[in-house]
């Protein structure tokens, strides 16, 4: 594998970094790194889910305030600088896991004191039941 040097040209070098498509491209790419998230609502519930690999469910704290789902992450980094000469050197590593935090505004119809979350394969996915419905009454209105 050979790195490609980038070319001199200042102009199209700055562009490229202010319009990128592909974010691995731009410098510091951690500063960036937010897990992606999919949600779903269901007939009973809301389902929200985010790529997290490389973690552990004590990372994580998950907090609803104020009809606000607040997740985070503190990832401690390891100290690179004690390695001896024996271990592997790296040409690129992006496999960096950094501390991260994501706030979601709940609709009124979820029961905050029913909020579940699980972790597995790489995935979290938090639970958040809808209230149940008071059923509205039909009635039927004569017109005299």
Do not use: C, H
Not at 19 to 43: C, G, H, W
Not at 106 to 122: F, H, K, Q, T, W
């Amino acid at each position: 594998m050979n790195l490609v040097k980038r070319n001199d040209n200042w102009l199209p070098s700055l562009l490229d970094e202010l319009f990128t498509e592909n974010r691995l491209d731009t410098p510091n790419y951690e500063n960036f790194s937010i897990p992606a998230v999919n949600i779903q609502e269901k007939n009973t519930n809301f389902v929200v889910q985010l790529a997290v690999p490389g973690l552990s469910k004590e990372n994580f704290s998950i907090e609803v305030e104020e009809d606000i789902l607040k997740i985070s992450a503190e990832v401690s980094s390891e100290n690179e600088e004690n390695k001896t000469e024996d271990e592997i050197k790296y040409t690129r590593k992006e496999f960096n896991y950094n501390s991260f935090k994501r706030s979601f505004t709940l609709p009124e119809n979820v029961n905050v004191e029913s909020v579940n979350a699980s972790y597995e394969n790489g995935v979290l996915e938090i639970t958040l039941p809808k209230k149940e419905e008071e059923k509205a009454l039909k009635r039927m209105v004569e017109i005299s």
